[in-house]
């Protein structure tokens, strides 16, 4: 059964630090990417991160680059989201998502980050 399930989220002041995890089926796992995305209150979906299966190479969104890192644990088939110095624009849904080169196929449920000025 493909699987993504997200965990991690929580409620953080400004400047804090939040590490969610998304633990992965096998297939899902194995796809050509995984990755975090976001969604605030009535704002497009947009991607934070991704990491590509092949060879680990990561993709961030200017927005995030330099206080998030996105990482997997091979042995576990977990992917995660560090995130630090977080802002009040950081607020949002986040999703992990599994898929092809062009396509997420795979998605969690979510899980809500909420950071306070």
């Known amino acids: 059964q493909d699987q993504l399930v997200e965990s991690g989220g929580g409620s953080v002041q400004a400047g804090g630090s939040l590490r969610l995890s998304c633990v992965a089926s096998?297939?899902?796992?194995?796809?050509?990417?995984m990755g975090w995305l976001r969604q605030a209150p009535g704002k497009e979906r947009e991607g934070v991160a991704a990491?590509?299966?092949?060879?680990?190479?990561?993709y961030y969104a200017d927005s995030v680059k330099g206080r998030f890192t996105i990482s997997k644990d091979s042995a576990k088939k977990i992917l995660y989201l560090q995130m630090s110095s977080l802002k009040p624009e950081d607020t949002a849904m986040y999703y992990c998502a599994a898929g092809s080169r062009t396509s997420y196929n795979y998605w969690g449920q979510g899980t809500q980050v909420t950071v306070s000025s």
């Open positions: 990491i590509y299966t092949g060879d680990g190479s990561t």
């Open positions: 096998e297939s899902s796992y194995s796809s050509y990417r």
